[in-house]
């Protein structure tokens, strides 16, 4: 297996930019978060506050009805549309224009959501960010893979990257399955772990950021928030990938001596956001 490329600091500073003083919500970029289902509405509510507070401008939801005021309640600054459906999308469609997707945390599998979640797809060609149950709707509809608009950023953990691209024995067969699978479908693949890679056509990166107190439910929805965001921003989706990847770890890396492991939650990592960033941007 070639050796990865290591995103580290000087990796991460390299794709980061400065936000000019003049800007303003609307240049800093409109980030659409999709999902939530009845009894998961957390998931995108962390993923769109990670969203606000990785730095783009304006924020909507898109859940079902019985997500409306959860959102608006916890998450005060971002904006939210609501389907027909009391607990789940039964209907993707929107005539807000965003400047990036992210869709998947906690959406759930439901018949009329994998409807809803093909016909979306059919008429989407903006990269976008597809994790958790968006995955495993394309894992039992594989046909659908090639819907996805090319350079989109998706973020499976390792059940998830499972479910897409079959079983692997060793770890070099998971990088080389995926590479083809990236490859096939130019796509790039984020696969969640401990390290968490990266897979973009031929090029492998591996993140240095992070530890165990990650291990912890949410996080992974974080995620899919930070990178969209930055997708909204106008990062290339590579970039977005792996400063997006990085930050989610430097929180980790900077709030453990307070926080200990066990008390590290998904909220955390939003919470120490602004000082990854400050830490990125730190002359030395
Ligand atoms: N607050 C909320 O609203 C939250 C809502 N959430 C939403 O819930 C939905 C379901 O997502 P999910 O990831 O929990 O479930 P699923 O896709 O079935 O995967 C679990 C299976 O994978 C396996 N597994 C192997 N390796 C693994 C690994 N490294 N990390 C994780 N799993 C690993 C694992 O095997 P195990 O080791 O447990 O036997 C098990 O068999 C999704 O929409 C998500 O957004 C969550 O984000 C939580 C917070
Ligand atoms: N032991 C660990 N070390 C470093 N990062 C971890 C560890 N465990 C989990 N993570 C990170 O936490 C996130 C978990 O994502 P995911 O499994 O999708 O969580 P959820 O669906 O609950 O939001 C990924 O970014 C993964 O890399
Ligand atoms: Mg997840």
Redesign the pocket.
């Known amino acids: 297996m070639k050796a990865p490329n290591y995103i580290d600091i000087s990796e991460a500073r390299k794709r980061h930019h400065a936000i000019p003083f003049d800007t303003h919500k609307r240049i800093q970029g409109h980030a659409l978060l999709i999902g939530g289902s009845y009894g ?4 995108i509510t ?1 993923a769109s506050r990670a969203a606000l507070q990785t730095g783009c401008g304006l924020v909507t939801a898109l859940v079902p009805k019985c997500g409306y005021e959860i959102l608006q309640i916890a998450n005060p600054e971002v904006m939210v549309l609501t389907d027909t459906n009391e607990k789940y999308l039964s209907e993707i469609a929107f005539s807000l224009v965003s400047n990036a997707i992210g869709i ?5 599998q439901e018949l009329a959501t994998q409807k809803a979640f093909h016909e979306f797809l059919i008429n989407t060609s903006k990269p976008l960010v597809v ?3 968006a995955l ?1 709707i394309l894992a039992q509809n594989p046909t659908w893979l090639t819907l996805l608009p090319p350079e989109s950023v998706l973020t499976p ?4 990257l499972e479910r897409l691209i079959g079983k692997w024995q060793s770890q070099e067969e998971k990088v080389a399955k995926t590479i083809d699978f990236a490859k096939h479908y130019q796509v790039i693949v984020v696969l969640k ?1 401990a390290p968490t890679q990266i897979v973009f056509g031929n090029d492998f990166y591996e993140n240095t950021s992070g530890n165990q107190a990650l291990a912890t ?2 996080s ?2 974080v995620l899919t928030g930070i990178i969209t965001s930055l997708l909204a921003q106008s990062y290339a989706p590579i970039d977005a990938s792996i400063l997006g990847v990085y930050l989610h770890g430097l929180t980790a890396n900077i709030a453990l001596p307070k926080t200990g492991y066990q008390s590290f939650i998904a909220s955390t990592i939003i919470k120490y956001l602004g000082k990854a960033f400050l830490a990125l941007e730190k002359v030395e």
């Open positions: 998961k509405i957390g998931a962390l998947g945390p906690g959406l759930g994790d958790a149950d495993n953990h390792p059940k998830e772990g439910a949410g992974g929805d």
